[in-house]
């Protein structure tokens, strides 16, 4: 009887930690640089943005922050972004007012109460108009619901009227009123997108013992669901209020622009920072196209401290973060 010992394989040798780890080192290399390379690209604009502004402002003789006039390429130069930041704020927050609680309701009834066969193709639907580009609203806008809005006006004349907010005196809807429910609809398949995708990942367990104990399918939403999901929609809006702030084509067709801050929203005037740079651009001389910049500057700002606070929001939820 053979009794000789197993021979024992030593194990393949390791390989060493320079093959093991190149592939590694070089995507964090590449990863690395595109991050620094945004960071770069982003300081960049930001210094040029604000070397052509410092020129505009310097030679600006009004208040660049209170005054009603835009005339940068006259020889007194006198400019400012009172109405351009009113119209701005004004029709994006108005815009977020219409789309947000529309979106969730969407969202809410795609991902928990639409059948299946129904949610996929609506979901994909939505996810289309995200793509949409932002010239075939104006279009939309201008031909289709500019000439409609003028029912709604009145309604809104007849019953809103005393507050001054909601005069209308007749004339086109060409108003700060129309770009933010166009506006609405526009940042709508953002906000409902997001909303959805959010909704989704809420804890099953948590729906399932809820219903378990015998609540309504509307409790199992209030209980679980959209305090999971409070932090995403809000990040959502967010998004959506970043493309609104900064929409131009859509705005461009649609606003009638002057530059005076009317009472009432039905009104026509008004404009945006990114509607007068689009309107300006082509006739302005070297001054006013730096006092075009001055404007974007303060867009820029704007935007970034919008998608700032939206990451903020968003880091406060581990479940997003991780």
Do not use: C
């Not at 930690?17 to 640089?33: E, Q, W």
């Not at 009603?68 to 006259?74: K, V």
């Amino acid at each position: 009887m053979d009794i000789s010992p197993t021979p024992v394989t030593s194990p393949p040798p390791r390989p060493t930690k320079a093959a093991t780890r190149a592939g590694d080192r070089i995507f964090l290399a590449f990863s690395r640089g595109s991050g620094i390379l945004l960071l770069v690209i982003m300081a960049a604009i930001a210094v040029f943005l604000t070397v052509r502004a410092a020129n505009a402002i310097s030679a600006d003789e009004g208040n660049f922050l209170t005054t009603f006039e835009w005339d940068p390429n006259s020889a007194h130069p006198t400019f400012g972004i009172a109405v351009l930041a009113f119209g701005t704020v004004v029709s994006s927050v108005i815009a977020m007012a219409v789309a947000v609680p529309v979106a969730v309701g969407i969202a809410l009834f795609i991902s928990h109460y639409a059948p299946r066969r129904l949610a996929s193709p609506l979901a994909f639907v939505i996810d289309l108009l995200a793509a949409v580009p932002s010239i075939i609203y104006g279009l939309w806008g201008a031909l289709f619901l500019v000439p409609h809005l003028g029912g709604v006006y009145s309604w809104l004349n007849d019953y809103f009227g005393w507050t001054g907010v909601f005069s209308y005196s007749g004339g086109p809807s060409r108003s700060i009123f129309t770009i933010s429910i166009l506006l609405a609809i526009m940042i709508l398949p953002i906000i409902t997108s997001v909303s959805r995708e959010v909704f989704l990942q809420a804890p099953k367990m948590q729906e399932e013992a809820a219903l378990a104990l015998g609540a309504t399918r509307w409790e199992v939403i209030r209980m679980s669901v959209l305090p999971f999901g409070r932090s995403g929609v809000i990040s959502a809006s967010m998004l959506g209020l970043g493309r609104a702030l900064g929409e131009t084509m859509a705005v461009a067709t649609v606003l009638s622009p002057a530059f005076v801050i009317n009472a009432s929203l039905l009104e026509p005037g008004g404009g945006t920072f990114a509607q007068n740079i689009a309107s300006s651009f082509k006739e302005s001389g070297e001054l006013g196209k730096d006092a075009l910049i001055a404007s974007g500057l303060v867009l820029f700002a704007l935007t970034l401290l919008v998608n700032g606070a939206a990451r903020m929001i968003i880091s406060r939820r581990k479940e997003y973060t991780a």
